[in-house]
């Protein structure tokens, strides 16, 4: 099966921190994904990577960035963490690109606050 | 602008019946995916469509693709508790893939 673990199931941060997610897939899956998920408006893409070192920004960028150094881990970066980035972040890793022939595995999903 | 709508948005049903999911998109497109979500839990793929006409089925959900109506369904025949969840269809276009808002789904025992 395959399996993607993110570092922390809950998080809760102060306004203008840096905070890290870790993402880890075990199924050497070129393709992975940062969503987050707010009720009312479903998930939304904020970055994805089709290699190591590579990133393509998705639809909600702004205040993320992203760091793949190794195949298997994908981490986003929130610069100076702001209360309207509390949210559930969804990781995924998928064998096809974005818009590919296949599904995509989710991770558990870490709940962030930012207080 | 590619643009997905789920209905109904909210849906409680009794067990034994059947009923039926719609997610509409205004792009042309020909890949659609369905994930179900259980509460707390993240999503799990259940169908991935890829060509219009297709359908697929896995126990008592069945997933179809009309792409020129632009229409996928998600059909639940006799429904069971266990398949009280939220359920997503996500279309995929160009360099974007866009999910639809959820279908929460409460069947009642």
């Known amino acids: 099966d395959v399996k993607v673990t993110q570092s922390s199931r809950y998080l809760v941060k102060r306004t203008g921190e840096k905070v890290f997610l870790e993402c880890v897939q075990d199924m050497d899956h070129e393709n992975m994904f940062w969503y987050r998920q707010d009720p009312g408006l479903g998930l939304r893409l904020i970055y994805f990577s089709y290699d190591v070192k590579m990133k393509e920004k998705g639809d909600i960028p702004e205040g993320y960035s992203v760091s793949r150094e190794k195949k298997e881990r994908f981490s986003l970066i929130l610069e100076s963490a702001s209360t309207n980035q509390t949210s559930m972040y969804l990781c995924a890793s998928s064998l096809a690109p974005l818009t590919g022939t296949r599904e995509q595995y989710f991770g558990p999903g870490t709940r962030l606050t930012v207080t | 602008e590619l643009k997905v709508e789920q209905n109904p948005l909210f849906l409680s049903m009794q067990e034994g019946k059947n009923y039926t999911i719609y997610c509409n998109y205004s792009?042309?497109?020909?890949?659609l995916y369905w994930y179900r979500q259980d509460p707390g839990k993240s999503l799990e793929s259940l169908f991935v469509?890829?060509?219009?006409?297709a359908v697929k089925q896995e126990g008592r959900l069945m997933a179809s693709l009309d792409t020129k109506a632009r229409l996928s369904t998600l059909h639940i025949t006799a429904a069971v508790h266990d398949l009280s969840a939220t359920y997503f269809c996500a279309v995929a276009l160009d360099d974007k893939i866009i999910f639809g808002k959820g279908t929460r789904l409460h069947i009642l025992p």
């Open positions: 792009t042309t497109s020909d890949r």
């Open positions: 469509l890829l060509s219009n006409g």
